[in-house]
């Protein structure tokens, strides 16, 4: 006997944290250091989903630079032509939800470019 595991696609919605702003010179340096200008996150809060027992949830999504274009598996599972990307799995732990989204350059431009606007 196989196991098989059930996928279920949700779809979560979140509000976006403020920005943060740097006031001082010590916090643009350590600013600096954290982001090497390889990566983007955004986090927010879920609110009251059932799929998170109605408990207010963290989400960090992290976008990850490539020089390569990934290569992103295929969800079979659904009846959908084409069949849709899988760009990352989301983590829930300590009532956090994080995904890691590896990006080429060119996505990753698109993606700072729109969180600027």
């Not at 779809?11 to 740097?22: D, E, I, M």
């Amino acid at each position: 006997m196989t196991s098989q595991k059930i996928k279920k696609i949700q779809q979560l919605s979140f509000s976006v944290n403020n920005w943060s702003h740097l006031y001082s010179l010590q916090q643009a340096i350590q600013h600096n250091q954290q982001y090497s200008g390889q990566q983007l996150e955004i986090s927010g809060q879920i609110r009251n989903h059932p799929l998170l027992q109605n408990s207010d949830t963290a989400v960090r999504i992290q976008f990850l630079q490539s020089r390569d274009i990934p290569e992103y598996p295929l969800d079979d599972s659904t009846n959908a032509l084409p069949a849709p990307a899988i760009l990352g799995s989301m983590l829930f732990r300590d009532n956090q939800l994080s995904s890691e989204i590896i990006v080429d350059q060119h996505v990753f431009e698109e993606l700072r470019k729109n969180l600027m606007e």
